[in-house]
């Protein structure tokens, strides 16, 4: 069973930049989807920040892109999600999902099935 955990969250100014990671137990590694979401009050609905393919391609959201890199470093079995330029707008609670086999064209919340607890990211002017 994937356990996965996000590490690296913290406060930080406009402008400036952060790198999350996430690991786990049962490290899915080459066999998964790996994604970062974003959600502001439990209430709301994870938003989708950016996705994995075992091959390395990712994809970003519109609102994220040429601000933030996500990778898989296979040495270390670990999802890395580097932020930059980050803005008051960024400030969320960030998780780390994963799903067997391929990703799909921007999948939501609901498609995946292993999570961590989340880091919090907060940007302040």
């Known amino acids: 069973q994937v356990q996965l955990a996000e590490s690296g969250g913290g406060s930080v100014q406009t402008g400036g930049s952060l790198t999350l990671s996430c690991g786990g137990k049962?490290?899915?590694?080459?066999?998964?989807?790996m994604a970062w979401f974003r959600q502001v009050g439990k209430e709301r609905e994870r938003e989708w920040v950016a996705?994995?393919?075992?091959?390395?391609?990712?994809d970003y959201a519109d609102s994220v892109k040429g601000r933030f890199t996500a990778a898989i470093d296979n040495v270390k079995n670990i999802l890395v999600l580097q932020l930059n330029n980050l803005s008051r707008e960024d400030t969320a609670m960030y998780f780390c999902?994963?799903?067997?086999?391929?990703?799909?064209?921007?999948?939501?919340?609901?498609?995946?099935?292993?999570w961590g607890q989340g880091t919090q990211v907060t940007v302040f002017s």
């Open positions: 996705q994995v393919e075992s091959d390395g391609t990712a």
């Open positions: 999902a994963a799903r067997g086999g391929s990703c799909p064209n921007r999948p939501s919340q609901w498609y995946f099935t292993a």
């Open positions: 049962g490290w899915p590694g080459s066999r998964a989807c």
